[in-house]
């Protein structure tokens, strides 16, 4: 898994990705329409999104363990 600054968007506005990238524009989907687009009319109640929104369901990730996570891949 790639660390934070291996990532495209890392420190990077909208327009620098896209310039970046070669491309004329890029639009992020909210993450709540992401969520409303994939449950649909299912029933089912909720998403594990933590990849967008950083919100983990065991609540015992905090910002504190994913520096030391991505600090020990770096090493």
């Not at 687009?37 to 594990?48: F, H, Q, T």
């Not at 609540?59 to 770096?74: A, C, Q, R, S």
């Amino acid at each position: 898994m790639p660390n934070r600054d291996e990532l495209i968007a890392h420190d990077r506005t909208i327009s620098e990705i896209a310039d970046h990238l070669e491309i004329d524009n890029l639009v992020y989907q909210s993450v709540e329409n992401l969520r409303k687009s994939i449950i649909g009319d299912s029933g089912i109640k909720d998403l594990e999104m933590s990849c967008f929104t950083g919100s983990y369901v065991t609540g015992t990730v905090n910002k504190e363990y994913l520096n030391w996570v991505e600090n020990e891949y770096k090493s």
